[in-house]
Protein backbone atom coordinates (compact mmCIF):
# COMPACT_ATOMS: atom_id res chain seq x y z
CA UNK A 1 0.00 0.00 0.00
CA UNK A 2 2.36 2.23 -1.32
CA UNK A 3 1.01 5.95 -0.22
CA UNK A 4 1.82 9.24 -2.19
CA UNK A 5 5.22 9.27 -3.56
CA UNK A 6 7.77 12.25 -4.83
CA UNK A 7 10.62 12.53 -6.17
CA UNK A 8 13.11 13.93 -5.88
CA UNK A 9 13.32 14.90 -2.23
CA UNK A 10 15.80 17.42 -2.60
CA UNK A 11 16.43 19.51 -5.51
CA UNK A 12 18.84 22.53 -6.37
CA UNK A 13 18.68 24.64 -9.15
CA UNK A 14 20.81 27.28 -10.06
CA UNK A 15 19.18 31.20 -11.06
CA UNK A 16 17.07 30.63 -14.39
CA UNK A 17 17.53 26.55 -14.88
CA UNK A 18 13.87 24.56 -14.38
CA UNK A 19 12.85 22.66 -11.73
CA UNK A 20 10.37 19.49 -12.49
CA UNK A 21 8.65 17.86 -9.75
CA UNK A 22 6.71 14.62 -9.42
CA UNK A 23 3.97 13.13 -7.63
CA UNK A 24 2.70 9.74 -7.56
CA UNK A 25 -0.79 9.51 -6.40
CA UNK A 26 -2.12 6.84 -3.80
CA UNK A 27 -2.92 3.87 -5.35
CA UNK A 28 -6.66 4.19 -6.49
CA UNK A 29 -6.35 8.22 -6.50
CA UNK A 30 -7.00 10.00 -9.61
CA UNK A 31 -7.30 13.57 -7.84
CA UNK A 32 -3.63 15.77 -6.99
CA UNK A 33 -2.93 19.01 -5.60
CA UNK A 34 -0.28 20.74 -5.46
CA UNK A 35 0.76 22.96 -2.38
CA UNK A 36 3.86 25.24 -1.86
CA UNK A 37 5.32 25.39 1.68
CA UNK A 38 7.94 28.37 2.91
CA UNK A 39 10.05 27.68 5.82
CA UNK A 40 7.91 28.74 9.10
CA UNK A 41 5.25 29.33 7.01
CA UNK A 42 1.56 27.44 6.42
CA UNK A 43 0.57 25.47 2.98
CA UNK A 44 -0.75 27.60 0.26
CA UNK A 45 -2.60 25.66 -2.39
CA UNK A 46 -1.45 26.04 -5.60
CA UNK A 47 -3.41 23.57 -8.31
CA UNK A 48 -5.52 20.65 -8.53
CA UNK A 49 -5.51 18.54 -11.33
CA UNK A 50 -7.40 14.90 -12.28
CA UNK A 51 -6.67 12.56 -15.09
CA UNK A 52 -5.90 14.94 -18.16
CA UNK A 53 -7.72 17.92 -16.35
CA UNK A 54 -6.41 21.38 -14.53
CA UNK A 55 -9.48 21.71 -12.22
CA UNK A 56 -8.23 24.50 -10.22
CA UNK A 57 -5.42 26.48 -10.72
CA UNK A 58 -6.19 29.69 -8.77
CA UNK A 59 -3.16 29.44 -6.96
CA UNK A 60 -0.81 28.82 -9.41
CA UNK A 61 1.64 32.02 -10.42
CA UNK A 62 0.57 33.00 -13.66
CA UNK A 63 4.02 32.71 -15.31
CA UNK A 64 6.78 30.24 -15.05
CA UNK A 65 4.85 27.57 -13.37
CA UNK A 66 2.28 24.66 -14.82
CA UNK A 67 1.24 21.48 -13.89
CA UNK A 68 0.17 18.50 -15.82
CA UNK A 69 -1.35 15.09 -15.12
CA UNK A 70 -1.07 13.34 -18.19
CA UNK A 71 -3.43 9.37 -18.64
CA UNK A 72 -0.06 7.61 -17.82
CA UNK A 73 2.54 8.67 -15.44
CA UNK A 74 2.86 10.81 -12.49
CA UNK A 75 1.67 14.79 -11.67
CA UNK A 76 4.57 17.12 -13.00
CA UNK A 77 4.96 20.46 -11.56
CA UNK A 78 7.01 22.43 -13.50
CA UNK A 79 8.88 25.88 -12.63
CA UNK A 80 10.69 27.66 -15.04
CA UNK A 81 13.60 30.01 -15.14
CA UNK A 82 13.65 29.64 -11.05
CA UNK A 83 14.30 32.88 -8.80
CA UNK A 84 15.72 32.45 -5.24
CA UNK A 85 11.79 33.43 -4.36
CA UNK A 86 10.71 29.66 -5.46
CA UNK A 87 12.49 27.80 -2.21
CA UNK A 88 10.48 26.25 -0.52
CA UNK A 89 8.77 22.70 0.15
CA UNK A 90 6.33 21.75 -2.60
CA UNK A 91 3.92 18.87 -1.64
CA UNK A 92 2.05 17.00 -3.28
CA UNK A 93 -1.42 15.32 -2.10
CA UNK A 94 -4.10 13.00 -3.71
CA UNK A 95 -7.69 12.18 -2.96
CA UNK A 96 -10.27 9.26 -3.78
CA UNK A 97 -13.01 9.12 -6.18
CA UNK A 98 -15.30 12.40 -4.34
CA UNK A 99 -12.70 14.34 -5.18
CA UNK A 100 -11.98 17.43 -2.61
CA UNK A 101 -14.38 15.95 -0.48
CA UNK A 102 -12.27 13.08 0.75
CA UNK A 103 -9.34 13.29 3.17
CA UNK A 104 -5.54 14.03 1.23
CA UNK A 105 -3.24 12.12 1.82
CA UNK A 106 0.23 13.99 1.45
CA UNK A 107 3.50 12.78 -0.15
CA UNK A 108 6.90 13.70 1.42
CA UNK A 109 7.36 16.67 -0.28
CA UNK A 110 10.31 18.11 -2.73
CA UNK A 111 12.97 20.61 -0.76
CA UNK A 112 13.38 23.04 -3.62
CA UNK A 113 16.44 24.93 -3.21
CA UNK A 114 17.29 27.71 -5.46
CA UNK A 115 21.41 28.80 -5.58
CA UNK B 1 -11.33 36.12 -0.33
CA UNK B 2 -12.26 33.69 1.79
CA UNK B 3 -9.78 32.92 5.26
CA UNK B 4 -9.44 30.44 7.37
CA UNK B 5 -7.47 32.40 10.72
CA UNK B 6 -5.72 30.07 13.01
CA UNK B 7 -4.45 31.54 16.36
CA UNK B 8 -1.89 31.31 18.29
CA UNK B 9 1.16 31.14 15.69
CA UNK B 10 3.36 29.72 18.59
CA UNK B 11 2.29 28.16 21.67
CA UNK B 12 5.29 27.32 24.53
CA UNK B 13 4.29 24.62 27.12
CA UNK B 14 5.88 22.68 29.88
CA UNK B 15 5.31 18.70 28.91
CA UNK B 16 1.91 18.09 30.65
CA UNK B 17 0.56 21.42 30.60
CA UNK B 18 -2.35 21.72 27.79
CA UNK B 19 -2.25 23.04 24.43
CA UNK B 20 -5.45 24.66 22.53
CA UNK B 21 -4.95 26.46 18.59
CA UNK B 22 -8.28 27.87 17.18
CA UNK B 23 -9.23 28.36 13.85
CA UNK B 24 -11.99 30.97 12.48
CA UNK B 25 -13.53 31.34 9.29
CA UNK B 26 -15.12 33.86 8.06
CA UNK B 27 -17.60 32.07 5.71
CA UNK B 28 -19.70 28.66 6.52
CA UNK B 29 -17.28 25.74 6.03
CA UNK B 30 -18.97 22.24 4.58
CA UNK B 31 -16.35 20.53 6.49
CA UNK B 32 -12.74 21.18 8.42
CA UNK B 33 -9.83 18.90 8.70
CA UNK B 34 -6.96 18.53 10.76
CA UNK B 35 -3.56 18.10 10.14
CA UNK B 36 -0.04 17.38 12.13
CA UNK B 37 3.09 18.38 10.60
CA UNK B 38 6.31 17.23 12.48
CA UNK B 39 9.38 19.16 12.18
CA UNK B 40 10.67 18.04 8.46
CA UNK B 41 7.93 16.01 7.73
CA UNK B 42 4.81 16.33 5.59
CA UNK B 43 0.73 16.73 7.21
CA UNK B 44 -0.70 14.38 8.07
CA UNK B 45 -4.19 14.00 8.16
CA UNK B 46 -5.97 13.75 11.87
CA UNK B 47 -9.44 14.27 11.74
CA UNK B 48 -12.38 15.52 9.18
CA UNK B 49 -15.48 17.59 11.40
CA UNK B 50 -18.74 17.84 9.09
CA UNK B 51 -21.83 18.05 11.51
CA UNK B 52 -22.74 21.62 13.63
CA UNK B 53 -21.65 21.43 16.86
CA UNK B 54 -19.44 17.88 16.56
CA UNK B 55 -16.69 16.74 18.92
CA UNK B 56 -14.74 14.10 18.25
CA UNK B 57 -11.86 12.74 20.97
CA UNK B 58 -8.54 10.66 19.86
CA UNK B 59 -7.04 10.29 23.07
CA UNK B 60 -5.51 13.24 24.60
CA UNK B 61 -6.91 14.93 21.44
CA UNK B 62 -10.17 16.65 21.65
CA UNK B 63 -11.68 18.52 18.31
CA UNK B 64 -14.67 20.95 18.33
CA UNK B 65 -16.62 22.04 15.35
CA UNK B 66 -18.52 25.12 16.28
CA UNK B 67 -22.58 25.28 16.12
CA UNK B 68 -22.10 28.06 13.23
CA UNK B 69 -19.52 25.71 11.24
CA UNK B 70 -16.67 28.92 11.13
CA UNK B 71 -14.95 28.27 13.60
CA UNK B 72 -12.92 25.02 15.42
CA UNK B 73 -10.47 23.92 18.25
CA UNK B 74 -8.22 21.26 18.80
CA UNK B 75 -6.81 21.02 22.36
CA UNK B 76 -4.48 18.37 23.50
CA UNK B 77 -4.40 17.56 27.31
CA UNK B 78 -0.89 17.11 29.10
CA UNK B 79 1.12 17.18 25.84
CA UNK B 80 4.43 15.13 25.17
CA UNK B 81 7.09 15.23 23.50
CA UNK B 82 5.54 13.68 20.68
CA UNK B 83 2.96 16.18 20.16
CA UNK B 84 5.67 18.50 18.88
CA UNK B 85 4.74 19.78 15.29
CA UNK B 86 2.79 22.24 13.94
CA UNK B 87 -0.76 22.06 13.83
CA UNK B 88 -2.95 22.95 10.53
CA UNK B 89 -7.00 23.35 10.22
CA UNK B 90 -8.42 23.40 6.90
CA UNK B 91 -11.36 24.67 5.89
CA UNK B 92 -13.75 23.55 3.02
CA UNK B 93 -15.57 26.09 1.20
CA UNK B 94 -19.07 25.68 -0.67
CA UNK B 95 -16.52 25.43 -3.91
CA UNK B 96 -14.76 22.20 -2.50
CA UNK B 97 -11.80 23.84 -1.72
CA UNK B 98 -9.67 23.68 1.62
CA UNK B 99 -8.39 26.42 2.59
CA UNK B 100 -5.90 26.23 5.36
CA UNK B 101 -4.68 28.07 8.33
CA UNK B 102 -1.43 29.05 9.07
CA UNK B 103 -0.36 26.46 11.48
CA UNK B 104 -0.26 27.02 15.74
CA UNK B 105 3.66 25.75 16.39
CA UNK B 106 3.68 23.35 19.80
CA UNK B 107 6.71 24.01 21.69
CA UNK B 108 8.03 21.96 24.41
CA UNK B 109 9.88 23.85 26.66
CA UNK B 110 13.32 22.21 27.84
Known amino acids: NAGVMQNPRHLVRRRGQEARLRCSPM?????VYWYRQLPEEGLKFMVY????????ESGMPKERFSAEFPKEGPSILRIQQVVRGDSAAYFC?????????????FGPGTRLTVL | GQQVMQIPQYQHVQEGEDFTTYCNSSTTLSNIQWYKQRPGGHPVFLIQLVKSGEVKKQKRLTFQFGEAKKNSSLHITATQTTDVGTYFC??????????WGAGTKLIIKP
Open chain 1, 93 to 105: ASSGWTGPTDTQY
Open chain 1, 27 to 31: KGHSH
Open chain 2, 90 to 99: AGMDSNYQLI
Open chain 1, 49 to 56: LQKENIID
